[in-house]
């Protein structure tokens, strides 16, 4: 975990790795309720047995944007802000999803910070966020993330 005790030891860290987040597990039974929170029930999600016949992976996968909604978590596993009251998901500039997350592998994130911008009571944070898989040789997901913390 890395903490950020000010806006000026944050304003140091534009254009470094700040932190590595924990491995997250990416079990059929985390896929399945994301498809039934979503409605997204496509079979290369879920048909374990026609995905081992006609996917290429040979195995379901989780979806691009279910890895994409674990961005928030990671930071918070990688960064802490203790000073910060607030954080807020601000958007996003740039996704994409490189390589597949197969059914049971593990992911983590590596945040880099590429801006800092002051704003009323806070900052306005650029991070490149590259997800990883373990075992994995390309990343699963690679994203710009704009957030934002109050103090």
């Not at 079990?27 to 994301?34: A, G, H, P, T, V």
């Not at 279910?66 to 961005?71: C, G, Q, R, Y």
């Not at 009251?85 to 910070?113: D, E, I, Q, T």
Request: hydrophobic share 40%; aromatic share 6%; proline share 5%.
């Amino acid at each position: 975990m890395r903490e950020i005790a000010s806006l000026d030891e944050l304003k140091s860290l534009v254009g470094q790795e700040v932190a590595v987040s924990d491995w997250v597990l990416i079990s059929q039974e985390r896929i399945q309720l994301f498809a039934d929170a979503t409605g997204d029930h496509q079979w290369i999600h879920l048909d374990a047995e026609r995905a081992r016949k006609e996917s290429p992976y040979g195995t379901t996968i989780a979806h691009g944007f279910l890895t994409l909604s674990l961005l928030p978590m990671m930071m918070e596993s990688a960064i802490s802000m203790p000073n910060a009251k607030m954080g807020v998901n601000y958007g996003l500039n740039k996704v994409r999803f490189p390589a597949p997350v197969p059914a049971g592998s593990k992911v983590r994130g590596r945040m880099s910070l590429i801006s800092v911008e002051e704003i009323d009571r806070g900052a306005q944070m650029v991070w490149q966020v590259t997800m990883e898989r373990e075992g994995g040789d390309k990343p699963v997901c690679v994203a710009e993330s704009i957030t934002r913390r109050y103090w």
